[in-house]
């Protein structure tokens, strides 16, 4: 069973800087793809970055430029650099991770973190 744990979450002003980290346990695939969702109250998930197996970035419009997707495969851990915080980012963010990249893609992955808050205030 896949097991994904985000930690690095919290309050910042708007401005500011977070980093969020996932780290994956758990599987047996010969690869797997990951990703970052976030959920604001009252508002549908929205997908934020991914990053393939090739170390091939995408971005939501809402962040790119502002936010960095990596990974560190040896230690099995995704991350996700947020700078220039907004208000407007404030959501629970969610790691999730999916052996196949066209279902990563489609938004639905089959794995998912417990998610970190993420506070940014005016």
């Known amino acids: 069973q896949v097991q994904l744990v985000e930690s690095g979450g919290g309050s910042v002003q708007a401005g500011g800087s977070l980093r969020l980290s996932c780290a994956a346990s758990?599987?047996?695939?010969?690869?797997?793809?990951m990703g970052w969702f976030r959920q604001a109250p009252g508002r549908e998930r929205e997908w934020v970055a991914r990053i393939a197996s090739d170390g091939t970035t995408s971005y939501a419009d809402s962040v790119k430029g502002r936010f960095t997707v990596s990974k560190d495969n040896a230690k099995n851990t995704l991350y996700l650099q947020m700078n220039s915080l907004k208000p407007e980012d404030t959501a629970m963010y969610y790691c999730?991770?999916?052996?196949?990249?066209?279902?990563?893609?489609?938004?639905?992955?089959?794995?998912w973190g417990q998610g970190t808050q993420v506070t940014v205030s005016s």
């Open positions: 758990g599987y047996t695939y010969s690869s797997i793809y």
């Open positions: 999730a991770a999916e052996p196949s990249w066209i279902t990563l893609r489609s938004g639905y992955p089959t794995y």
